[in-house]
């Protein structure tokens, strides 16, 4: 399984198991929020920096792509053999 898909494991496990009882989506919305905060302050287990510094590594990175969406793909020609 994809890195990805164990971590959002985890925080499915950690904040919606058992399934959370609610009276107010306001309170709940705030909670969820702070809980990712929370998480995205821990250090990544492999490259030893905060997830929320990762990310914003990471968004830099993609903002040219942001620029010239066709840098995201290549063209090629080809023929339909018939």
Known sequence: MPKT??????????LFVPV????????????LLRHGFEFSEKDHRIK???EAQLFME???A?????QDPRR???????????
């Open 5 to 14: 898909e164990n971590k959002m494991g985890y925080i499915r496990r950690k």
């Open 20 to 31: 959370p009882q609610l009276s107010d989506m306001k309170n709940f919305n705030a909670r």
């Open 48 to 50: 030893g920096k905060q």
């Open 58 to 60: 990471d968004r830099f």
């Open 62 to 66: 993609l903002m040219d792509l942001q």
């Open 72 to 82: 995201a793909l290549r063209a090629q020609e080809s023929r339909q053999a018939s």
